[in-house]
């Protein structure tokens, strides 16, 4: 198999469906049914197929951050001392103890080994992950940040 072949073939009902559920995740099945045409049982163990294959890895609430006075989104870009199995394995097993840390990405191209993407209330916040907890992790030589200043564009994954 080339490695740029999808380790799945989907027909144009599957795509339908994972189109529509990374949209509306909460979607009744009879009206899932309705929208790609099908009836709802063959519907139903098209998405159970999906979700035992793993190509559907589970579903989430979508929460406002700013409800919870979450105001402040970085993205961090984070330089190693030495690139090591070891020192990534521990960077990245102390960064997931981190709940400010949503999202953390193993870079290349650029100056920074990792992005993170980390959300906090203030800057207060932000100096305070920065400096007495990101900097400390052992191997951690650098950090640059950038500030969102607002989310313009966050689709799901193309079905086409």
Same mark, same amino acid.
């Given at each position: ?16 469906? !994972? @189109?529509? #559920?990374?949209? @509306? /995740? ?25 979700? @035992?294959?793993?190509?559907? *890895? ?10 919870? /006075?979450?105001? !402040?989104?970085? #993205? ?21 103890? #981190? ?8 870079? *290349? ?19 305070? !992950?920065? #400096?007495?907890?990101? *900097? ?5 030589? /650098? ?13 799901? !994954?193309?079905? /086409?």
């Amino acid at each position: 198999m080339n490695a740029a072949e999808p380790l799945y073939s989907l027909d144009r009902f599957d795509r339908h469906i !994972l @189109e529509l #559920l990374q949209r @509306e /995740g909460r979607i009744s099945n009879q009206d899932l049914a309705d929208r790609i045409g099908l009836s709802p049982s063959p519907c139903l163990r098209r998405v159970r197929a999906l979700e @035992e294959s793993g190509l559907i *890895t589970g579903y989430r609430a979508e929460v406002d951050a700013k409800k919870l /006075g979450l105001r !402040l989104m970085a #993205l961090l870009y984070i330089s190693m001392d030495q690139h090591t199995p070891e020192r990534f394995a521990n960077f990245e097993a102390r960064i997931r103890e #981190l709940p400010q840390v949503l999202e953390a990405l193993l870079i *290349t191209g650029q100056e920074a080994d990792y992005q993170l993407k980390v959300i906090v209330r203030d800057m207060d916040d932000y100096h305070d !992950l920065l #400096l007495n907890r990101i *900097t400390r992790i052992e191997g951690v030589t /650098g950090a640059h940040s950038s500030f969102v200043l607002r989310r313009v564009l966050e689709q799901p !994954l193309p079905m /086409g």
